[in-house]
């Protein structure tokens, strides 16, 4: 038995005509017989009267046709379900996040995915790039909104801003008033710095842009969050480099100069590799792509 015969039984249930049965399904009317013969002969009865003039349901029949209605909506409905989440209509859709995304792509990015797919639910992580990066290889995080990331076959990367270095200072520090400032400027100076394990591209892309002072790094203290690290820098126990962006959250008591470097701090989305990612992630990619660019 298949469920497109039961299908068929239903159609022809309703019309009990061969011939508009055939017509509503698209299809010939000897293999709709045969269809409805091959039904019957699996389920060992009889399920219609074709002694008289006209198709008539027997009292199997009719029995099926009405339990065929309360059952067959059903599964239309769940079919539809299904295929909303393969298409990324409906569903779930996890996300992760450094702290800078959370107050520059990510709020009007999500709003506009809500929007776009109401029946989607955001799940969303505050993570470092290393464990955004891990999780998305490991199919654990649809999408990843990640700092200074190495390039990788194993995951799919979309650039989404582009950052100049800046040195978060206290408001009465020395460095405070200058427009910008050198590397040997910042170095000469107790940093609170992060964690290569957990953010190797950006922890590297500082040292490379502090290299031309050509002296050693001290730092006072290593944190995980830039709200951390800020905390540290008003109570004066160093300094903290971070992405411009930054300034959006800054307290009155700390000032970002901007360093005197090339090199600049990248916002990028991970996902699964091309072709591996969800519909869903896919656009809400697309979602924080726009965001990056208004």
């Keep these: ?72 909506p059903l599964l239309d409905e769940a079919l539809t379900g299904l295929d909303e989440v393969r298409l990324g209509m409906r569903g779930r859709v996890s996300i992760g996040f450094v702290s800078s995304a959370s107050y520059t792509v990510l709020p009007a990015g999500l709003r506009r995915f809500r929007e776009l797919r109401p029946h989607v ?49 206290p408001r009465d520090h020395a460095l405070a008033a200058a427009d910008l400032v050198t590397p040997a400027e910042v ?43 800020l905390g540290f820098v008003a109570a004066g126990e160093g300094l903290t480099v971070l992405p411009e962006t930054v300034r959006e959250q800054l307290p009155a008591s700390i000032r970002a100069v901007p360093i005197d470097t090339e090199l600049r701090s990248r916002l990028v989305a991970v996902t699964a590799p091309s072709g591996g990612e969800s519909s869903a992630a896919t656009a809400f990619v697309e979602c924080l792509v726009e965001s990056a660019r208004g």
């Excluded at 497109?4 to 019309?15: D, G, H, I, P």
């Excluded at 990066?133 to 582009?162: C, F, K, M, N, W």
């Excluded at 940093?191 to 040292?207: K, Q, T």
Aim: charged residues 25%; proline residues 5%; negative net charge.
């Design 187 to 229: 170095v000469a100076h107790p940093l609170i710095g992060y964690p290569r394990h957990l953010m190797a591209g950006f922890v590297d892309l500082v040292h490379a842009a502090l290299a031309a002072a050509r002296a050693q790094l001290r730092y006072a203290h290593k944190v995980v969050h830039e709200e951390t690290a």
């Design 1 to 72: 038995m298949e469920l497109r015969q039961l299908r068929y039984f239903s159609v022809l249930a309703e019309e009990l005509h061969f011939g508009r049965a055939a017509e509503r399904l698209h299809m010939s009317q000897p293999p709709l017989s045969v269809q409805l013969r091959k039904l019957e002969d699996d389920l060992g009865v009889s399920l219609l009267d074709r002694s008289t003039r006209r198709v008539e349901l027997t009292a199997a029949g009719l029995e099926l046709q009405q339990r065929l209605a309360q059952v067959l």
């Design 121 to 169: 639910e955001p799940r969303l992580q505050p993570l470092t790039t290393s464990e955004q990066i891990e999780r998305v290889q490991e199919g654990q995080l649809d999408v990843g909104v990640v700092r200074d990331p190495a390039e990788s076959a194993l995951y799919a990367s979309t650039p989404l801003r582009s950052e100049r270095l800046v040195v978060c200072v």
